[in-house]
């Protein structure tokens, strides 16, 4: 998994029947520390996760399809997890933004 | 997924009989604010979009044969919709070309 | 899929059983325009390409073993079309080589 | 597989049931002779790793969950074993930190 | 499949017990000359490789369990020849080490 941030929503008037009623995410990739790393995911969404949050993304699609207990969804990347720190080496970095 | 923009078409005269009358689009890659990234992906299209649109595009095979119903497809990546709006940092930013 | 351009040939006396009679070509990675990218792949051949030809690769086990019709196949690229021309911005690209 | 080291912990309060009791482990990327690449996996643990150390990372959806007996588990990355040394080019690096 | 060269070998006294007696092998990856990228990939091998040997490598975890008839195969890259020769733009390559 690879922490994100989410930064908007991608809104799409055609799109494939499967996707109706699905958030589609933003979210732009950030290194181990935080940072921006320039790269980006669009997400379907599993937590209720809001713009500015940093959130744990599982970017696999059989994965992605059984959290969201989808088993035909056209999907690769969901969000699973609202991170509120980062314990690195003895350090507590509090990323609730 | 990621944010594509059709560039154009590929024509293959001699191909896999499983590619037949499939229409497989050139598609640029762009970043999360929408700018060229100079990556690309040929993507077979669900949703009917043309050349200069911004389009969705899942890049995941097994997701990618579920969208097409296509149980046995040869493919991997697929535009799965039309991307109208995104909206950054409360911004809304129109992607209609 | 990506696009690719047929190099040369990778001589294996001792390979497991699975690739025994299987030809491995070496293929240059193209970016959207046709130009190198310093990047290969070496993949299965379905269409009998040549060196030289401009190729369409499709990267992704699992269709690659269905379009071979070769369930236990130990592959990830295929080469499952030879691309004539590229169709980009209203402009015909020959690719033939 | 690849090399990875041990940097820390994520926090996350707010996750998918299925990570409940679930430890998620930085880990950054290390090149072939154990220096830090500046890349990084969240990763599930198998065989308690703790910070600091150079861990075996899988990377790969259904191996992943095939090594961890979670047949629906949403993830993609598992550390499946702690690394002592590395014998390259018949030197020996000891890595244990 | 991409081309690599046996550096070294990976020990690990610590590791899940589906990897006990398996033999992992740190393999450099080389570009389409047989020039080494500085990436590398830690393999599990079938063919008998040893350092110095440029190899084949599939990088891809259902084809990895499928070659080494291995079906819960906690693996994503195997080494699946030995490559003796590239024939490349007409010029035959010895890289037989």
């Known amino acids: 998994m690879i922490l994100g941030k989410v930064s908007g929503t991608v809104v799409s008037t055609i799109s494939h029947p499967l996707y109706d009623h ?3 995410l933003m979210c732009d990739l950030l290194d ?3 940072a ?3 790269g980006y995911l669009i997400c379907v969404d599993t937590v209720g996760a809001g713009p ?3 959130v744990l993304i599982l970017d696999e699609g059989n994965g992605a399809r059984q959290v969201l207990a989808w088993k035909d969804g056209p999907i690769r990347a969901v969000i699973v997890g609202i991170v509120d720190q980062l314990l690195i080496d003895e350090v507590v970095y509090d990323v609730t933004g």
């Open 22 to 24: 699905r958030r589609l």
């Open 32 to 34: 181990a520390g935080g």
């Open 36 to 38: 921006d790393t320039g």
């Open 52 to 54: 500015g949050e940093t």
